[in-house]
């Protein structure tokens, strides 16, 4: 399984690729979350990469390319992975195309209103994992124990510009993979077991 999650930012892609990638024993490669840990680490790609999160924009393509290419040439991705976050642009899509084939892109599919309430009650933990103020009340991770936080850039006017750079550059992936043949779109507008269900029907019939 090469899968590919797109959807807008607060689609659920995270949530799902956690599940999915425990079901099938994949792993997980998050670009945002490598991006985080970096800049949590204080390394030179995280102080380069804040500057556009913190603004709502793209890091630049070669600088994600690099790290996507270095993160799937180790051995645990020799069979199989699930990227999230990743491509984002097209220039991303065609450069994974040379160094990775995808047997799947799932696009889960949410309106714009939805994801700004996604958002805006999303609570993280430095493990990945994310959670919503609407049925979890708790302010430690369920799995790991560590505080959830807010991300800076889940703030109200940052989310604007990242919605809008969705919509330019991402949204185009959705043509992109499917004139490859491999789209596959679910609503994810509905219950997360629902959304999660809809995704294992596709990848059994798929793989
Ligand atoms: P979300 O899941 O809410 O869409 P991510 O955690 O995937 O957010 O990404 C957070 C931020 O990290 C993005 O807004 C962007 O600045 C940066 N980022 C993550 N992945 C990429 C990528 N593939 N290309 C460029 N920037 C990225
Ligand atoms: P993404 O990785 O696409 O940015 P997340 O997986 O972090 O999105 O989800 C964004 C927010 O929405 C989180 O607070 C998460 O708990 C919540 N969420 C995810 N999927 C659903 C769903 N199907 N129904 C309701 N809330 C959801
Ligand atoms: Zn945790």
Redesign the pocket.
């Known amino acids: 399984m090469y899968l590919v999650f797109l959807?807008?930012?607060?689609?659920?892609?995270?949530?799902?690729?956690t599940r999915v990638c425990e079901k099938y024993n994949i792993p997980h490669v998050?670009t945002?979350d490598i991006l985080r840990a970096n800049i949590k680490a204080g390394t030179a790609l995280g102080r380069e990469a804040k500057g556009y999160i913190d603004k709502g924009l793209l890091v630049p393509d070669e600088v994600v390319i690099g790290l996507v290419e270095d993160r799937l040439a180790q051995s645990d991705c020799q069979k199989g992975f699930l990227l999230?976050?990743f491509p984002r642009t097209i220039e991303q899509a065609k450069a994974l195309g040379k160094f990775a084939k995808i047997s799947c892109a799932i696009n889960?599919a949410v309106d714009e209103s939805l994801?700004v309430e996604?958002?805006a009650?999303?609570?993280?933990c430095k493990c990945g994992e994310?959670?919503?103020v609407?049925?979890?009340d708790k302010d430690t991770c369920a799995k790991c124990g560590e505080k959830l936080y807010q991300r800076d850039d889940d703030r109200e006017e940052t989310v604007k510009s990242r919605l809008e750079v969705y919509e330019s550059q991402t949204a185009p992936l959705i043509e992109y993979y499917k004139e490859l043949g491999v789209l596959k779109d679910v609503d994810?507008?509905?219950?997360?077991n629902?959304?999660f269900d809809d995704i294992v029907r596709i990848l059994d019939d798929n793989h």
Do not use: E, L, N
């Not at 009650?121 to 993280?124: A, D, E, L, S």
């Not at 994810?188 to 997360?192: L, R, T, V, Y």
């Open positions: 959807g807008a930012p607060g689609a659920g892609k995270g949530t799902q690729a998050s945002g999230d976050g889960i994801v996604r958002i009650g999303r609570r993280m994310s959670y919503h609407s049925w979890y994810g507008s509905q219950d997360m629902k959304v």
